[in-house]
């Protein structure tokens, strides 16, 4: 059974630094697209950044160069480094992974909360 599990979300303040890690489990994923996506309340789920074929990235505008998105495959991993939050960065951030760097979105985590004051 495919799990994939979020931690390092927190509170933090404007400016703040957070690194989300998503730890798969149930088969491995080194061939996999492995990303991120966020939810912020009352909007739709956007996509963050994606990471596959070893090192290849590709973010959302709104990153800005703030973000860095890596993985380890093996520990079957993938992180994103947030640098420099914004309020406008709060949102539930979920981790996602799928055979398609486009869309990998075949399996998703249970999502980590991250707030950013101001």
């Known amino acids: 059974q495919v799990q994939l599990v979020e931690s390092g979300g927190g509170l933090v303040q404007d400016g703040g630094s957070l690194r989300l890690s998503c730890a798969a489990s149930?088969?491995?994923?080194?061939?996999?697209?492995m990303g991120w996506f966020r939810q912020a309340p009352g909007k739709e789920r956007e996509f963050v950044a994606v990471?596959?074929?070893?090192?290849?990235?590709y973010y959302a505008d709104f990153v800005g160069g703030r973000f860095t998105i890596s993985r380890d495959n093996a520990k079957n991993t993938v992180y994103l480094q947030m640098n420099s939050l914004k309020p406008e960065d709060t949102a539930v951030y979920y981790c996602?992974?799928?055979?398609?760097?486009?869309?990998?979105?075949?399996?998703w985590g249970q999502g980590t909360q991250v707030t950013v004051s101001s």
């Open positions: 996602a992974v799928g055979s398609n760097w486009s869309k990998p979105t075949d399996y």
């Open positions: 149930g088969r491995t994923f080194s061939s996999y697209a």
């Open positions: 990471t596959w074929s070893g090192s290849n990235t």
